[in-house]
């Protein structure tokens, strides 16, 4: 996730002090993805070195107050028009758990893609009840039509999740038979070949 061009964006709105762009930034995403304000001050800092944000001074109130530069809004720009490309994939936990699991004795794989699978379900189950319950306001704020598709995208992830897991159980016994019966066809073959030797004593 770019914080960088998230804080950008929303100085276009006007200038603003780190805990109003933390605040702002968590209502217009329903605080799916919390900030922490250290972060946020953090980049902030380096958007100034960069050329990108100002400080625009105390408000009065003892909060330094940033604006966009004119180098920011061509960065901003330059974002939104730019697609999102993956080129290294984020860390995805749960597959690094099913990886290292299938490398080490004593795990029992089922069990671990079944407690996944419950919270998966569970967790689709509350964004699919909010997806609901936004819908049924017939919200026209910008903010709340924004957090009805922040919704979306978790129902969507969600779904995939889940099945990506049948598909990891589904090919695990595939696997497993199939390990199964490499190992039984050594021993088959071997006890043939003794029954042969005998009869053609």
């Not at 002090?17 to 605040?23: A, E, F, H, K, T």
């Not at 530069?69 to 901003?76: L, Y």
Request: hydrophobic letters at 40%; charged letters at 25%.
């Amino acid at each position: 996730m770019s914080i960088r061009h998230s804080l950008l964006a929303l100085l276009q709105d006007q200038p603003m002090y780190g805990y109003q762009l933390r605040s702002e930034f968590e209502e217009r995403t329903g605080s799916t993805w919390p900030l922490n304000i250290g972060q946020v001050y953090t980049t902030l800092d380096r958007l100034e070195r960069d050329g990108l944000a100002a400080n625009d001074g105390d408000d009065g109130e003892g909060h330094v107050m940033y604006r966009i530069t004119e180098a920011g809004q061509a960065e901003v720009s330059k974002w939104f028009s730019a697609p999102v490309i993956a080129s290294n994939p984020p860390r995805n936990e749960l597959a690094i758990k099913l990886s290292l699991a299938l490398t080490l004795d004593g795990l029992d794989i089922e069990a671990i893609l079944q407690a996944q699978r419950t919270a998966s379900m569970l967790n689709l189950q509350s964004y699919t009840r909010q997806r609901r319950a936004a819908a049924k306001a017939e919200a026209e704020q910008d903010h709340d039509v924004a957090w009805i598709l922040v919704l979306d995208s978790l129902i969507f992830t969600a779904e995939a999740e889940i099945r990506w897991l049948d598909h990891c159980e589904g090919w695990l016994k595939k696997h497993q038979s199939s390990t199964a019966r490499r190992k039984a066809a050594p021993t088959t073959a071997g006890s043939q070949d003794k029954n042969s030797q005998e009869v053609s004593r």
